[in-house]
């Protein structure tokens, strides 16, 4: 098994909601050490690889490390939690969950309570539930209990799905959106790590995109940064499933390669030439219209400072913001292909200002 699938579900695996980023962070900055000359973390949770410090022009590979998740709000008298969103949900898919609540120094298993169905009215039956009618589990008798365990109002809780391997090249994981852009990026940073560009290349592994409707983390780190042209990895709706309508969101399909955004953020010289590499490259991918936001870190990094010229490439993925999550894992890696070529192209005459 390759080395790089191992850490993907290395980096899957490890629990990093909105604003709570730092484990995954970790995971992530320990295998940049071993692809670039220098490494670091905001105070947002950013986190930096730097490769070919002196190069020009100065790319930003941006592709967001942070996942949905929950929070505690409220525990009561006799030891239920209660829990917010982090991120968008579809309470649906909570109900009956295991949960993992990251305390302070270690992580505490539960599960996701609902009154049973036998106890219902048919009404009620009918009706869907709400994240608020919720509660989750720990097994404690008491609020004291709880607190014995370690557990405070304001812990971050993930759903407790590893990854795992389904048929052919495909995964499921409960972080594909959108762990698998920090991996994408960082996949790049290791082909040109054996095939030096003229540019300098920052990979980020961006913080609280999920709900960071002012631009999350990719807007402090490309206002840091200054970069003379930016690629956002992220992932977008495969369309190749039942009653999705395509005349909205386009032909998008597991195994069809990346998918290059047109308009809103994505700058078009920088899509032109994405899609020109990727065609002379033989890498198949989809074009997709953005005719207003992305809803991506592209909407935060193309109008910092100056501007950026942005480029959105996004990987299809099945069934968004659940518990398994569903994507090829060819495709994650002729996204890293495709950024790595575009990169071996920029020199310091390279100009996407529109003309």
């Known amino acids: 098994m390759s080395q790089d699938i191992l850490f993907l579900e290395r980096l899957l695996d490890a629990a990093g909601p909105s604003g709570f980023e730092f484990r995954a962070g970790r995971v992530w900055r320990t295998e940049a050490l071993t692809l670039t000359e220098q490494v670091d ?30 929070q505690i709000t409220h525990v009561d008298e006799e030891g239920y939690l209660y829990v917010a969103e982090i991120g968008g949900w579809d309470p649906q898919v909570l109900v009956g969950q295991r949960v993992t609540i ?111 409707q002012g631009g999350g983390g990719a807007r402090a780190s490309a206002y840091q940064l200054e970069p003379d042209v930016a690629i956002v990895v992220d992932v977008t709706f495969s369309t190749d499933v039942p009653d999705v309508e395509k005349k909205e969101l386009g032909e998008h399909r597991l195994g069809g390669g990346p998918v290059l955004s047109r308009g809103s953020a994505s700058s078009n010289s920088v899509f032109e030439m994405l899609a020109s590499v990727a ?15 992305t809803r991506t870190d592209a909407d935060g990094i193309h109008l910092t400072r100056g501007g950026v010229p942005t480029g959105l490439v996004s990987v299809p993925n099945r069934y968004m913001h659940s518990p398994n999550e569903v994507v090829s894992v060819d495709d994650l890696f002729s996204t890293a292909k495709l950024i790595a070529a575009f990169v071996l192209r920029l020199t310091s005459e390279t100009d996407f200002t529109p003309r």
Do not use: C
């Not at 690889?49 to 100065?58: F, K, T, Y």
């Not at 590979?61 to 949905?68: S, Y």
């Not at 065609?279 to 936001?293: D, F, K, L, M, V």
């Open 102 to 212: 990251l305390a302070k120094d270690l992580e505490v298993p539960g599960v996701i309570g609902k009154k049973a169905v036998h106890l219902m009215t048919p009404d009620d039956r009918e009706k869907v539930s709400k994240t608020r009618q919720l509660w989750v589990d720990v097994g404690a008798s008491s609020r004291e209990e709880v607190v014995s365990l370690g557990i405070r109002v304001g812990d971050p809780i993930v759903l407790a799905q590893s990854m795992i391997r389904l048929a052919g090249d495909r995964i499921a994981s409960r972080a594909i959106d959108n762990r698998i852009g920090a991996f994408v990026v960082l996949e790049a940073i290791r082909i040109l790590s054996d095939d030096l560009p003229a540019a300098r290349v920052t990979a980020v592994a961006t913080a609280q995109e999920e709900i960071g």
């Open 279 to 293: 065609e002379e490259e033989g890498i198949p991918y989809t074009i997709q219209a953005s005719p207003r936001s």
């Open 41 to 70: 973390v905001d105070a947002t949770g950013n986190s930096f690889a730097v490769l070919n410090l002196s190069g020009s022009p100065h790319v930003m590979l941006a592709g967001h490390i942070d996942e949905i998740g929950l």
